[in-house]
């Protein structure tokens, strides 16, 4: 399991068009060989600053499959015009997987 991590700053005015554009580009995503999910945060102290974690079975699956595909090409297409700047995009791989579980006890 691999996690993309894409961090975006978008202009100013525009973090709700760009919402409704990853909102769509989700959907490319979601439909790509060896994605599982698909999550974005926005900045809160920032709020035109994004974290986007995309969960891939495999680093090629992102570098390789999708990267070179019609689809990534729509991404880019519905996403950029909203970048202040270019993203920022890093691989990464699970280290400590912990998790509390929260609910009733028997």
């Known amino acids: 399991m691999v996690f ?3 961090e975006v700053e978008v202009k100013a005015g525009s973090a709700a068009a760009f919402e409704v554009a990853y909102g769509k580009a989700t ?3 979601l439909r790509a060989k060896g994605c599982s999910s698909v999550r974005m945060l926005r900045g809160i102290e920032q709020p035109n600053r994004y974290r986007i974690l995309v969960q891939w079975e495999t680093l090629e699956n992102h570098t390789e499959d999708f990267r070179g595909s019609a689809d990534h090409q729509e991404l880019i297409t519905l996403t950029r015009p ?3 700047r270019p993203s920022v995009v890093q691989h990464y791989e699970v280290a400590i997987d912990r998790a ?3 609910g009733a006890r028997s």
């Open 4 to 6: 993309e991590l894409v």
């Open 27 to 29: 959907e490319l995503l």
């Open 82 to 84: 909203h970048y202040e």
């Open 100 to 102: 509390v579980e929260r």
